[in-house]
């Protein structure tokens, strides 16, 4: 059998960023002091999120199954079992004054389920609980372990928080911004690119009902300058003043699918070679992050871009060390100064903007399994390994009216994706390095649009596919493909008077029955929503 792929989540949650476009946005309060002009924006969200499915029992059943590590959010919550409960909010402060701006953004959870309620474990599952007591963890049977309640249970950080300024160079329009910010480069929407290298994501907050896309992406402090060079020709250059780590879900959340990386991982099970700590992870420096680019826009109104960074991974490799006469451990690894180059095209086809996004590294991290003893006489069955990475986006967004029987606006983005390396084999169970020497697959978004159904009322039906055809694909950019996977949602996103939102997602999760089993393919869910904005 294939090792089952345990970073579905974190692609997932890239893809319900892009899938997260809301039908309106609220004005926000305005008002003047002086020469300065304040803006303030709140959003306020009550959200609540079932379990549709029953447990596949390939995925948790076999003590000595390869799923063994990536089961415990599963086996906590039942079919049925509400699996989050949770209030939230969202609060934005902007000024201006002459050339000078300034943006603060921050937000704050409570989720009920995970501060007040137990889990549904057994007592047969709670023995396969990497964190529980006679696996030599802290965590008591009905617990989540204490570090998932602090990412998933309540919390309060600031996201945002920089000041820019513009000036001229001759004639033209250029800027400085410093602080915490999202800085993201690339034209695909859908599949990430560069920018999940230059931006952490919040994997645990993806997954979770109710959500904007401005709560997924993580902004890092950084200095970015834009210069205007010609009417058609501009530069950015970035610096990071720190390095932040990607927040996958944590240990036993409902859509978790890692038992040994993440918030609340404690220990690893090794069979019968009992279990293993894990040990602090092996950061990266918070220095030596940056970038820069080039963008060309011509006469016609097509974009030529051409970028370079410099970054260290914010996505882990997992370093497993078997030790027979002492202590085993496992270890999150970030491996420092990962190097790629980004080209993009990107303009308008008749009335469709498509583009292509292509990036390529020399010395990109993958998972590698090869057996080996290190210089203490241990044998580590899996590290990280460098290796030649190349990845193509192909898409497309376009907006159709012809066909006002079903709506009077369809809002279509597709995207397909390739990836090549030099480590991988034609065969998953042929390499050591979890993904194969090539991948591809595809996906789509499309949101169908009803106007005034009633007075100040407008709805939205989104409705999401994404099949990973061939291959397995490495996570360096979090697109994580993993063959015969498919994921598919529908919703419904209905806004009255610009500020109330009301919002249904079914999610479906799903793979083919003649490969391994995705890791969350018995985990589909429904999620309900309301949001105030003001």
Known sequence: MCRPDKRAPLAAATFLAASALTPGQALALSFEAGDWLFNVDTSLTA?????????????IDDP????????????????????????SFILELGGEYGD???????????????ENETTGISERDYLTYNGAIPNGGDVERGDFPDKTLDEHGKRLRLLEAFVNYQFDIGEQLSSVRLGRQVIAWGEATIYQG???????????????PGVEAKE?????????????????????????LEWEKTTQPGVGSFLSASDITGPGAQRILLGPLGSAKVVSAEDPSSSGQWGAALRYLTDAGTTFALAYTNSHANSPGSRIVVDFAGESYTQEVYLED?????ASVAGNIGEAYVYADLAWSDNAPFIDTTQYSNDL????VSDVSRGEYRQLVLGMTDLYTAFPWLSRQ???????????NDLGEGDKTGTPYIATDDAWGYQFIAILRYFALAPGLDVDVPISFRHDVDGYGSGTMKNNLIEGQKWASIGLDAVYLNNWQFSAKYSFYFGNDDRDEPVLSDRDNLALSVKYKF
Do not use: C, H
Not at 64 to 81: A, I, S, T
Not at 338 to 342: A, F, G, K
């Open 194 to 208: 560069v920018n999940t290298m230059q931006n952490p994501i919040d994997g645990g907050v993806a997954l979770s």
């Open 377 to 380: 006489g241990q044998l580590v």
């Open 338 to 342: 990962v190097e790629y180059w980004q």
């Open 216 to 240: 997924i992406f993580l902004p890092t402090n950084a200095i970015d300058l834009k210069l205007g060079i010609t009417d058609n020709l501009n530069a950015e250059a970035y610096y990071k």
């Open 100 to 114: 000078f701006a300034f943006f603060i953004r921050g937000d704050g959870l409570y989720d009920y389920i995970y």
């Open 410 to 420: 369809i809002v279509f983005t597709g995207e397909f994706i390739y990836q090549d």
């Open 64 to 87: 000595l199954d390869p799923y063994l590590n990536l089961n415990d959010g599963n086996v906590n919550f039942d079919k049925g079992d509400l699996v989050s409960a949770k209030g």
């Open 47 to 59: 959200a609540v999120q079932w379990r549709t499915e029953s447990r596949d029992k390939d995925l």
